[in-house]
């Protein structure tokens, strides 16, 4: 990396004290020229050095300058980071002035990336720290420090591990058929590994849902007729938990978003409630806005008036609940039964009265349930969280689907290969590596060719 990078690294405003970060080749160079004290360039690696930033002689601040020369930094590259004594005035000021003599802004992430491109961390490393920046909640937080540390790396590399010895049998058996002690890949060998494989990758993507949760809590929608009681069902568990309401900018409080944490867990509630009492909700937003609600939450909460006899527009909207998460919640249930619930047709029924204050706890422990929260708080928490991956992931699966085909098909193995070795590229993708030298390395080391 040419350019020596700049950013201030702490937040924006008033403190006791702010970090300016720079990264680069020129760090101490550019950093010692605006620096009155020791000559950075000749002081020891990892030092805190007293002295004061200045511009044209006159002082901007008093601070304390920590060196670190590469390679052991966090991007491997030399760091200086200047601590000032805050305030946006003169951080600013150092930061111009850095600029001015030759830093460039870093880009949002850039330390990280550097630090991945000059390997000292893999992809899911740096996403991880990234989750890390944005954890909401503390088994977030628990998430984004395994990542960290590279648990799900490890599960990828493992897993490529596997595949890696699979390839290399195979070009032995194609390149050297003069070792006849190495055993043939045969379909009937192959198999039962790429089922082995197709096990595991299902089972990350599986997995991947509740890293989804952990990070970005599940996306709730609550719907129903006016004056079931939405409302009142969704104030009940924002009161508990004392979450904060906010109405989405741009609407006449319309729709409410409220933040539910359950038992560590955000639930982002969608609040169709806020739509106004006096119009028919699923008229006013139609059945198809209903819908897409419906196709785009994590969970439904529909909610009908057992004093109220069903009409046909729930009947159609619960019908396309069937293969969504859902909860039913009959509400009222204090008023007298006018409900028929054998209409309903659903294992997930919460029988609720607001008014006497029951059904909340039901409620609350029927979405653990839904969602197993109580199984991933217990779990390890490897997961794989970013899009990116999921992405890949979800190629390898019909990757994988592909070879299947092909073995029932009884293609030579060594057609098979290439889609085998695309599953090893694809796995290199997820952390960040992919190079054909490794699998040269995997074939000489297992077999011991060419000693
Ligand atoms: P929404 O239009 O679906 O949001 O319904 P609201 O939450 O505004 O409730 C409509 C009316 O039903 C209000 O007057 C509530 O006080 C009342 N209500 C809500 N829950 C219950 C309940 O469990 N029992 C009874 N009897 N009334 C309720």
């Known amino acids: 990396m040419e350019n020596t990078i700049a950013a201030i690294a702490t937040p924006l405003g008033v ?14 160079s550019i950093v010692n020229k605006i620096f009155k004290g020791k000559d950075l360039n000749k002081v020891e690696s990892h030092t805190i050095n007293y002295g004061h930033i200045i511009e044209n002689d006159k002082i901007i601040d008093e601070v304390l300058v920590s060196v670190m020369k590469a390679p052991k930094t966090y991007t491997k590259e030399d760091i200086v980071e200047i601590n000032t004594h805050g305030g946006i005035a003169t ?15 870093a880009e949002p992430g850039e330390f990280t990336k550097r630090s991945f491109l000059n390997g000292r961390i893999d992809l899911e490393e740096a996403e991880g720290i990234m989750n890390l920046i944005e954890a909401k909640t503390e088994t977030a937080l628990n998430l984004s420090i395994n990542q960290l540390s590279g648990k799900v790396s490890k599960k990828i590399k493992n897993l490529r591990d596997d595949i890696s010895k699979i390839i290399a049998n195979i070009e032995v058996n194609i390149d050297y058929p003069e070792y006849e002690d190495i055993e043939k890949m045969t379909y009937d060998m192959l198999i039962p590994k790429i089922k082995e494989i197709k096990d595991k990758i299902n089972k990350i993507l ?3 849902k509740s890293g989804k949760i952990i990070t970005e809590g599940i996306k709730t929608s609550i719907i129903g007729r006016p004056n079931v009681g939405k409302s009142s069902i969704l104030n009940a568990m924002l009161e508990e938990d004392k979450a904060i309401v906010t109405d989405i900018e741009g609407t006449t409080r319309d729709i409410v978003e409220g933040k539910i944490n359950i038992g560590g867990f955000i639930l982002n509630m969608i609040d169709t409630a806020g739509i106004r009492k006096t119009e028919d909700i699923v008229e006013k937003i139609g059945v198809n806005k209903s819908l897409k609600l419906i196709e785009n939450s994590d969970l439904i909460l529909y909610v009908l008036n057992n004093n109220e006899e069903l009409k046909q527009e729930d009947l159609e909207l619960i019908q396309k609940l069937k293969n969504k998460n859902h909860i039913i919640i009959i509400n009222k249930v204090d008023l007298e039964n006018k409900l028929d619930t054998s209409l309903l047709n659903s294992e ?17 422990q029927m979405i653990k349930d839904i969602f197993n929260l109580e199984k991933i708080e217990l779990s390890d928490m490897t997961y794989v969280t970013s899009a990116r991956s999921i992405a890949i992931l979800k190629q390898i699966k019909e990757s994988i ?4 085909t092909s073995i029932k098909n009884n293609l030579p193995i060594d057609i098979i290969e290439i889609d085998i070795k695309n599953i090893w590229d694809k796995l290199g993708e997820i952390i960040g590596v992919s190079y054909e030298n490794e699998l040269i390395d995997v074939l000489f080391s297992q077999f011991c060719l060419g000693k």
Do not use: F
Request: charged residues 30%.
């Open 15 to 28: 403190g006791a004290i702010a970090i300016i970060r720079v990264s680069g080749i020129d760090a101490i």
């Open 91 to 105: 951080t600013n000021k150092v930061l111009e002035l850095l600029l001015k003599n030759g830093c460039v802004p």
């Open 206 to 208: 599986e997995d991947s």
């Open 348 to 364: 997930y029924i919460i029988k609720m009265s607001i008014k006497e204050n029951k059904g909340l706890e039901e409620l609350k």
């Open 401 to 404: 689907n592909d070879i299947e």
